[in-house]
């Protein structure tokens, strides 16, 4: 079975500070995995995803097939980074049945 | 204006009604699909279609139905035998190999009184 997990469900850091949310994986094929945000008020979105290796928003992540992990990384948080942050992993009957772990919730104080 | 519209936002009802929730979009998707969202849980899956007039089941079906008669729209029906129904609700919805990526609507939030 398939598995996504974030260990954190609060991660509060300061405007300025780096930031890491992690999330680890398990899947016995090849992955492919994704970080979807949703903003305060707004819907749950697409945040980026591992194969198109682009960095959005500042916010890069790199899979780690060894460590199975695929931690989103920001060297310089701001305070509208303040969302709540899944990472996701897409199922084996294709499409888009993504499998989310529960969340993580990022504070940045100024 | 495209996308996907949820309705009702919020909705009440009583032990052992059945309710139904509507999902419609404007974006030409095939893909469509229902997740419950509760505290501390994530996103968990109940159904998906990948095309009209057919569907499958996802982690967390027990207690709910769906039909697919159109592109367009892909209703869910919390069932009585739901035995905790009180969650928020999203739709999504996407293009054949869309590599991961769901347009999500706003969510309808039910609580059963």
């Known amino acids: 079975a398939q598995r996504v997990t974030q260990p954190e469900k609060l991660l509060s850091v300061f405007k300025g500070a780096p930031v890491e949310l992690k999330c680890n994986y398990s899947?016995?094929?090849?992955?492919?995995l994704f970080w979807y945000v949703q903003y305060s008020r707004q819907r749950l979105q697409l945040l980026l995803r591992?194969?198109s290796r682009e960095s959005i928003k500042g916010f890069t992540a790199d899979l780690n097939k060894g460590e199975t992990s695929f931690h989103l990384k920001k060297p310089f948080a701001q305070e509208e980074d303040s969302a709540m942050y899944y990472c996701a992993l897409s199922g084996i009957s294709g499409y888009s049945t993504l499998t989310f772990g529960k969340g993580t919730m990022l504070l940045v104080s100024p | 204006d495209g996308g996907i519209t949820q309705s009702p936002k919020y909705l009440f009802r009583k032990e052992g009604q059945n309710v139904t929730l509507s999902c419609e979009q404007n974006?030409?998707?095939?893909?469509m699909y229902w997740y419950r969202q509760d505290p501390g849980q994530g996103l968990r899956l109940i159904y998906y279609?990948?095309?009209?007039?057919?569907?499958q089941k996802g982690d967390i079906a027990e207690g709910y139905s769906v039909s697919r008669e159109k592109k367009e729209s892909f209703p869910l029906t919390v069932t009585s035998a739901q035995k905790n129904p009180t969650a928020f609700y999203l739709c999504?919805?996407?293009?054949?190999?869309?590599?991961?990526?769901?347009?999500f609507g706003e969510g309808s939030r039910l609580t059963v009184l």
């Open positions: 899947y016995s094929g090849s992955p492919e």
């Open positions: 999504a919805s996407s293009t054949q190999g869309a590599n991961g990526e769901l347009f």
């Open positions: 279609s990948q095309i009209v007039n057919d569907f």
């Open positions: 974006l030409n998707h095939d893909a």
């Open positions: 591992h194969i």
